[in-house]
């Protein structure tokens, strides 16, 4: 096949263009052609040749796409964008302020499934079943997303109101298709709420169907290969079927956070990189102590966003009368405190 690359002229000032990227520009249409008509077997063997042109000059990139490739034999189905949405997060796992624990539970996932290849020559799956617990506002929703962005593997999102239906029948099929196009290739599948599909068979009293769909969760939750990360959330785990818990390879409580955290957060929010330059981390301490902010770490970001609110107004006033705000000088109010201290820094 001739491209205009190759039959640009060698000599002037246009380069010519390296024959392996040629290649791999030649490769780019029947690719696209290929994931567009659903052949999986052509997709997979493009997606070889595209990772071996690459192997010499990009061998961590060349990894990747033979590990995102359609697992041998597989249909390429569509999503099921009804139930489903397919998200590429940006948040990173450093954005996320965590418990020490659950931050090294978090490292052990990632090295694990980023050695799913090597593990499973020695007959040991990685771990890819979490289960979050904690009050809303903490974190399990972000960490989710950051261990997609982490792996970097799409992020599939359980819609609810698609998910569960009234005719619960239904639902079991629903489920049926959210786990179906999971297992197609490696991704982070997040069941958020998951107290109200794994309900407690012991307490679902006579609604039989409730019980069904535990059962098959149980069942979908076992044959679950190892390139899917399996994230399940809920703020009551007490609820969910005893032996569902006992699924999860790895449990994550991300519970009231302590003042530490409180203040870790506050640090990393009012930093100067997050506030045009300007240093606020003055008001950290004052944000970690405040009640209503500690509430969760939702408030104490918000609290963050007021303090970073109220000093880019006054900076913005300060600049159109001619003084100047130095980091932490004005006396900010919170939005649900009393005013606090002025702080030097
Ligand atoms: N651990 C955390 N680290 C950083 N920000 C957090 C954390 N927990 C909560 N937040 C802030 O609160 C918002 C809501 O958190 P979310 O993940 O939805 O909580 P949950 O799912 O536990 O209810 C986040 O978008 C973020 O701004
Ligand atoms: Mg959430």
Not at 171 to 184: H, Q
Not at 226 to 255: K, S, W
Not at 315 to 341: D, K
């Amino acid at each position: 096949m001739s491209t205009e690359a190759e039959t640009q002229p060698s000599t002037g000032s246009r380069k010519r263009t390296p024959s392996y990227v040629v290649q791999l520009l030649q490769r780019l249409p029947p690719l696209v052609d290929a994931a567009r008509w659903g052949q999986a077997q052509r997709l997979t063997q493009l997606t070889d040749e595209v990772a071996s042109l690459i192997e010499g000059s990009s061998p961590s990139l060349a990894r990747k796409l033979r590990a995102s490739r359609p697992l041998n034999g597989t249909r390429i189905i569509p999503p099921p964008t009804d139930l489903l949405d397919v998200l590429q997060p940006a948040i990173g796992l450093d954005d996320v302020v965590l418990p020490e624990v659950a931050r090294d539970s978090c490292a052990a996932l990632i090295e694990e499934q980023q050695n799913r290849e090597a593990l499973a020559a020695w007959n040991v799956p990685p771990c890819h079943k979490i289960l979050l617990s904690g009050p809303p506002g903490n974190g399990k929703t972000m960490l989710a997303g950051a261990l997609a962005n982490a792996l970097d593997i799409p992020f599939l999102v359980a819609r609810y109101g698609g998910l569960v239906d009234s005719y619960l029948g239904n639902t079991g099929k629903n489920l049926d298709k959210i786990f179906e196009f999971a297992a197609s290739g490696p991704c982070v599948l997040f069941l958020d709420e998951f107290d109200s599909i794994g309900v407690n068979r012991a307490k679902a009293g006579d609604v039989g169907e409730l019980r069904r769909i535990t059962n098959q969760l149980l069942l979908m939750v076992d044959r679950m290969p190892p390139h899917v990360v399996l994230v399940c959330a809920t703020n009551q785990p007490q609820l969910v079927d005893d032996a569902l818990r006992r699924r999860f390879d790895t449990r994550i409580e991300l519970g009231d956070p302590s003042p530490e955290l409180r203040m870790r957060l506050a640090m990393k929010e009012l930093a100067p990189n997050r506030c045009n330059g300007t240093d606020l981390r003055g008001y950290a301490s004052a944000i970690a102590a405040d009640p209503q902010a500690g509430v969760n770490l939702d408030a104490t970001s918000k609290a963050c966003m007021a303090i970073r609110r109220r000093h880019a107004l006054e900076s913005l006033a300060a600049a159109q009368s001619g003084e100047t705000v130095a980091s932490g000088q004005a006396t900010h109010q919170l939005p649900f405190g009393p005013p606090l201290p002025h702080v030097a820094l």
